[in-house]
């Protein structure tokens, strides 16, 4: 009887361990018109490309790949905000990093709309150092790859991105 028991404990416990991404899965990048007209993907493709690898995909390079990753960099205009160094003019940053099945539109009506993403937020002075955005999208990466699910949406805070002394 007890072994039952501990075989129905596993089933039950299956579909939370099924969360994340295996390694191996293969992705394809895929960039809205907008990024890769304006050169941004030069900026953008290499620290997400990387960050997947490290996290254990692997690139597919073309048609049949088991995922397609985006992403979506994005800041605020800005505003003051007070702590006990004083006031500070500071960007709220969010890198939003998109995982969906390849076969999915990840851009209907022109508007990223990945299936599962996680949102890293970061306050910083400087919402155009390449140090935070790469940072960001490593973080949204290893994020995304742990608890990847076929859809919904995360937000993490980026603080660890900050540059020093912020």
Do not use: H
């Amino acid at each position: 009887m007890r072994a039952w028991a501990a075989v129905a404990l596993a089933l039950c416990a299956a579909p939370a361990l099924a969360d994340g991404v295996a390694k191996g899965t293969t992705y394809i990048i895929q960039l809205t018109s907008s990024q890769y007209d304006s050169g941004y993907g030069e900026y953008l493709v290499p620290p997400l490309a990387k960050a997947l690898d490290r996290a254990g995909l692997r690139s597919k390079g073309g048609p049949g790949a088991d995922l397609v990753a985006t992403v979506d960099p994005r800041s605020d205009v800005g505003a003051w905000y007070s702590d006990a160094a004083g006031r500070n003019w500071l960007y709220t940053r969010t890198v939003t990093i998109g995982l969906s099945p390849a076969s999915a539109d990840v851009e209907p009506e022109g508007r990223l709309a990945p299936w599962f993403s996680v949102a890293a937020r970061l306050r910083t002075p400087d919402e155009d150092r390449v140090d935070e955005l790469d940072c960001l999208i490593a973080l949204a990466v290893r994020t995304a790859v742990v608890r990847y699910r076929e859809r919904g949406a995360v937000v993490i805070d980026g603080g660890q991105c900050a540059r020093d002394g912020q």
